[in-house]
């Protein structure tokens, strides 16, 4: 039996006000920009080679760089070793230092206002000096990523493995919904579009119930029957501002990143 918190959090979500049309056009843009970022990828058997920041191709390279910082690990540039060492060599110069920086403050004026070209050398090896002693490239600063899926926030908090959870039961939705006969039990909703098929699933399945989630399929039956609706209301019951929903969703979706990626094929 579902706990009466599970069920009243399944009564609160279902009786709240679908979103007005202007919230409901502002989620279906952030959808739609989010999407527009994901790469497509072709299937082994008909493979393509696809630029995997063919999404960002339209953004500056630092703008690029700190909207995926924003949502994952990583990093788009070569650590200070690298240009050190081409330094050491003689491959970069310091007139080479001057014009790069000449052509960032173009660029970034904001950002390099203020700075001196000469510096940089001295930067570029005081930063590989810091590399070199901690043997490998400087770890990426903590604070620079601004956005975690939900259930990134719940195991950094409880220590729990959530995160593989949802990434397992999404995998394996997608996995049977998009089966090409190799299932030994196929979908019986495969005619479905995906959300309202994985809704259909999760409203019978005992699986987070199982896990520790008590009411979940009241949960996924309170859910709006539209997936752009469902969204609206979840990024309201999470008090998502939507000067936030772009990268929220941005973490969201690249914790997945794969079946995205090939879900932007289907649509391609």
Not at 60 to 68: G, I, K, P, T
Not at 129 to 134: I, N
Not at 139 to 160: C, F, K, M, N, W
Request: charge should be neutral.
């Amino acid at each position: 039996m579902p706990s009466p918190a599970s069920q009243s959090a399944a009564v609160a979500l279902g009786s709240r006000r679908p979103a007005s049309p202007s919230q409901l056009e502002q989620v279906t843009a952030a959808i739609g920009e989010i999407s527009a970022i994901v790469p497509p990828v072709w299937p082994l058997d008909d493979y393509v080679a696809v630029n995997p920041f063919l999404g960002l191709a339209p953004a500056r390279f630092l703008e690029a760089r700190q909207m995926l910082r924003d949502v994952r690990d990583c990093e788009m540039l070569l650590p200070a070793a690298h240009f050190q060492a081409l330094y050491d060599r003689g491959q970069i110069q310091t007139a080479d230092l001057e014009q790069a920086f000449r052509h960032c403050l173009e660029a970034y004026p904001d950002f390099y206002t203020g700075g001196d070209p000469r510096r940089l050398v001295h930067t570029v090896a005081e930063l590989a000096a810091t590399e070199q002693a901690a043997g490998r490239p400087t770890p990426t600063p903590p604070a620079e990523r601004r956005y975690h899926t939900v259930s990134e926030l719940i195991d950094r908090q409880l220590g729990s493995s959530w995160s593989s959870h949802v990434i397992t039961d999404i995998s394996r939705h997608c996995g049977l919904h998009f089966d090409r006969g190799q299932a030994a039990w196929p979908s019986p909703w495969k005619h479905l579009p995906l959300y309202e098929a994985w809704r259909e699933r999760a409203r019978i399945s005992r699986r987070m119930e199982m896990l520790g989630v008590p009411g979940f399929r009241q949960f996924v039956d309170a859910l709006p029957a539209q997936p752009d609706q469902a969204v609206a209301v979840l990024l309201d019951e999470l008090a998502v501002s939507s000067r936030h929903w772009r990268p929220f969703l941005l973490a969201e979706i690249f914790s997945v990143a794969g079946w995205a990626s090939y879900l932007r094929y289907r649509l391609w």
